[in-house]
């Protein structure tokens, strides 16, 4: 079989010319006389996961017109390759359809072979799209390295996330992120928003813990002229500013009780109303939630409402802690090398041993988001072309103070404090030396004295 074919064309007699045609070429063929009955038509073919590979799209129909009908529907006709058919075709009309995501525009009358030649190129155009993917994918695995949009990892955990963010992007059924703070939650939901039939739809990120209770309703669903004290004109909400993309609820958690039964109520029904409104207004909006909150927790404690956590739980993505992948750390510094790099004109270009040693051994309590910003510190505050300790957070590093003295390294006869400082300088300049790879200028950095005095004091404590 060539492929899976949808006309969409009010004129019978074209609908059954190019049945005939396409059938006896090989292809599958199905038919719809208007627009809705073809988008409906596409939309349970995505939901079986077996979108059609072509769409035939008449631009002139009665009601609307298949320029506007790609354009409030990409996120069910983008699965397919969608060519247009007009015999009113101009070339504002062909731009218009290719740029709302149409692969090419042909001109009624057409002969047959224009037809088939143009499926052809529009099959080796997706073969080839593909297959770059593919590749993409399999150098990130010699590589050692998973990619998901751009975000980029080799550790088994989040290759596991990739694997699952991408299947996700495939269908519209909702996700809800779990992970603390800073792990990349709002990063995942971009990528499946990215990597998704709605990638040409909006996507409108929310976060559930930062609009006041009395707005909340307003803000997600919009308002009517006259609904409260202040309400001068109407206000459309964040649902219907998504329409035809994804809307990403953030800290979902933080959703007071009230909206919960509402925004229930809006992924059963997929319809909002607004505040003061006596209408509702049906929505295509593909919802991801996030939340650092332990759900189950917060709904066994009356804190969050069970079927509204089994509403969002349809698909869990749940993201690890960097502590728990470390992994990952070397990888994600060259990534943000790269990035700020390029961000800032500067030109550091690794990690010196001292300084990966550190950031390994660092808890990261603030995640992937705190290595970044240790990463942009550092590349402000190098001397060189490479990330040293002396460049990153005191968190990080810790002040020689924080690091204690075994017993064996600070014994002491007596009770003279002279020879207690001269000894725990020694150590002092020992460790400098050490963390610094034997650099002394770095080392006297560290050790807040000047290079000539720490000369001084090695040569009087014998260190090379």
């Known amino acids: 079989m060539a492929g899976k074919i949808l006309i969409i064309d009010d004129e019978k007699n074209m609908r059954h010319m190019l049945s005939v045609l396409l059938e006896k070429e090989g292809y599958a063929v199905e038919t ?114 998973f990619r998901f949009s751009n975000m980029v990892a080799k550790s088994d955990a989040m290759k596991d996330v990739f694997v699952l963010a991408r299947k996700a992007a495939r269908y519209a059924t909702t996700v809800l992120i779990s992970g603390g703070s800073g792990t990349g939650k709002e990063l995942i939901a971009r990528g499946i928003h990215t990597a998704s039939e709605r990638a040409q739809g909006p996507l409108i990120p929310v976060n559930c813990g930062g609009i006041p209770d009395t707005l909340m309703e307003s803000e997600l669903f919009g308002h009517k002229k006259g ?83 089994f509403r969002l739980n349809v698909l869990p993505i749940d993201l690890p802690p960097l502590s728990e992948r470390p992994e990952d750390i070397p990888l994600l510094c060259e990534h943000f090398l790269k990035m ?42 190098a001397n060189g072309d490479q990330v040293e300790p002396d460049t990153l957070p005191a968190a990080i590093v810790g002040t020689p103070q924080e690091r204690p003295c075994s017993q064996d390294e600070f014994f002491l006869d007596g009770f003279s404090l002279k020879a207690a400082v001269r000894k725990l300088e020694g150590i002092m300049i020992r460790r400098a030396l050490e963390e610094t790879g034997g650099n002394r200028t770095k080392a006297s950095r560290l050790l807040e004295i000047s290079h000539p005095s720490l000369l001084s004091k090695m040569k009087f404590h014998h260190l090379k």
Not at 62 to 81: C, H
Not at 233 to 244: N, P, R, S, T, V
Not at 280 to 295: C, F, G, Q
């Open 32 to 145: 719809a006389a208007s627009g809705g009955t073809g988008v409906k038509m596409a939309g349970r073919a995505a939901k079986l996961d077996s979108p059609y590979d072509f769409v035939l799209l008449d631009v002139k129909m009665p009601g609307v017109d298949g320029v506007s009908l790609l354009k409030e529907n990409k996120a069910v006709l983008s699965r397919s390759m969608v060519i247009m058919m007009s015999a009113y075709g101009t070339i504002d009309t062909a731009v218009s359809a290719m740029r709302h995501g149409a692969f090419d525009f042909i001109s009624k009358p057409f002969k047959s072979d224009e037809v088939t030649l143009l499926l052809s190129r529009a099959a080796e155009h997706r073969d080839l799209k593909n297959e770059n993917l593919y590749l993409k994918d399999q150098l990130g695995l010699m590589e050692g390295r």
């Open 227 to 309: 609904a409260f004290t202040g309400a001068v004109q109407d206000k459309k909400g964040l649902f219907e500013e998504a329409h035809g993309g994804t809307l990403f609820l953030d800290e979902i958690g933080e959703l007071p009780l009230a909206m919960q039964v509402k925004l229930l109520r809006v992924l059963q029904e997929g319809e909002v109303r607004p505040v003061g409104g006596v209408q509702t207004r049906k929505i295509d909006v593909r919802v991801i939630a996030a939340t650092s909150r332990d759900l189950r927790a917060e709904v066994a404690q009356g804190a969050f409402r069970e079927d509204l956590f």
């Open 340 to 381: 700020f790099n390029s961000k800032l004109g500067s030109r550091v270009i690794g990690v010196s041993p001292a300084a990966m040693k550190r950031l390994l051994a660092y808890p990261w309590p603030g995640n992937v988001r705190e290595l970044e910003n240790a990463m942009e510190r550092a590349v402000v505050l």
